[in-house]
């Protein structure tokens, strides 16, 4: 049983403003043996404590300047994104530059420190002890962002994030990624589809006490699909996502793309007690079927094949490998169901939904994997005062 509780205040004076938001997450009655991570459980905290200011004109658009803590989703929300799923939050502390036109155009631009949610043990955790959240030097996150509005209500996209990590313990990271991403958004009537494609760089470990080795790696997606005008909005959706692993753990470099600060929710199934994918290590189609039978109704069914991309890596999230490779690459066939009711639109919704993973050859072969199917179910309710 999880809860998340966020009180947030706004204040503007042109050309000044501030943001105060604290959120409370916990997890309950799991017990002694229960899931216990920072991706559950982070008891009062500030997620947010920013000021803004209005800069004025730029050409033709205007730009400002925000200072402090504050979360963030950038545009496929792939790589950064504030959880809305998962019941702890993304949130980094630093200066953002924002210059935005009339027509969507815009330019962001950013250096931050990714704030570190504590306590960590799991001990603490379950406990739902408050120790403060913080953030160093020794982790680094700076960024640009730029978006284009284009004929046919296509939308461009091209970015670069570096990630720079030097925390005893950790992986350590120091490695760029650009990329870039075309998207035309769903619409009565017509088709919409999406692509997006970034490469990693620089150097980084592939276990906390292994050496430094070359860091390249890329993660590429691409759908399409059609929305139909009628009553119900039936949409039905294709779509690919391949995400590059470490082919060989003894060439000297690592090849597992890094998700960086994004999100799989929205893609790939429930995270928290589940998670069973990850934008690493990952080779999958999926095909996705949705319909609204009434204005405050949703109903979603995704199908997706669960491979892995490199069969010598690990499946990233579990820590389920063969290094062998001799266990194949297919972890399984995955199910969800999704179903929303806007009980109060704009302020309340509940949400059901489950899925089901039908084990593949690898959980079958992998020493240290348990073989056979697994199931995920939940039920969510979020109340917007």
Do not use: K
Request: hydrophobic share 40%.
């Amino acid at each position: 049983w999880f809860t998340r509780t966020s009180v947030r205040a706004d204040a503007q004076f042109a050309p000044v403003g501030a943001t105060f938001e604290v959120m409370d997450s916990r997890a309950f009655g799991a017990g002694d043996d229960g899931l216990a991570d920072t991706g559950t459980v982070n008891a009062t905290d500030v997620v947010q404590g920013f000021a803004t200011c209005s800069l004025g004109t730029l050409g033709d658009g205007r730009h400002r300047l925000l200072a402090g803590r504050y979360t963030m989703s950038l545009g496929g929300r792939r790589f950064v994104i504030r959880n809305v799923y998962r019941n702890t939050v993304n949130n980094f502390t630093g200066v953002d530059w924002l210059w935005q036109n009339d027509d969507g155009d815009a330019v962001r631009a950013f250096w931050t420190m990714p704030v570190r949610r504590r306590p960590s043990d799991v001990p603490s955790l379950r406990d739902n002890e408050f120790e403060w959240d913080d953030q160093d030097l020794d982790l680094q996150f700076p960024g640009v962002h730029a978006t284009r509005v284009l004929e046919g209500r296509t939308i461009f996209e091209a970015f670069v994030f570096g990630v720079f990590e030097d925390d005893a313990g950790t992986t350590v990271r120091e490695f760029v990624t650009p990329g870039m991403r075309l998207f035309r958004p769903a619409s009565r009537g017509t088709w919409f589809g999406e692509f997006e494609g970034a490469f990693q760089f620089g150097r980084s470990r592939a276990s906390a006490a292994g050496p430094s080795l070359d860091h390249a790696a890329y993660f590429l997606h691409g759908s399409v699909g059609w929305q139909w005008d009628l009553a119900w909005v039936p949409t039905v959706r294709l779509a690919y996502d391949f995400a590059t692993g470490d082919r060989d753990p003894t060439d000297g470099e690592n090849n597992r793309f890094d998700r960086l600060f994004g999100a799989p929710r929205f893609e790939y199934g429930p995270t928290g007690l589940w998670g069973a994918m990850q934008r690493s290590n990952l080779s999958s189609p999926e095909l996705r079927v949705s319909v609204r039978p009434t204005a405050t109704t949703w109903v979603m069914v995704n199908y997706r094949d669960f491979r892995l991309a490199a069969s010598r890596d690990q499946w990233v999230g579990s820590g389920v490998r063969d290094p062998s490779g001799a266990a194949g690459d297919h972890v399984g066939q995955q199910l969800e169901l999704r179903a929303r009711w806007d009980v109060l639109p704009q302020n309340m919704h509940v949400e059901i939904g489950g899925a089901y993973l039908f084990g593949g050859t690898f959980l079958e072969r992998a020493p240290n994997a348990r073989s056979g199917d697994s199931r995920y179910g939940y039920v969510e309710m979020i109340w917007v005062l």
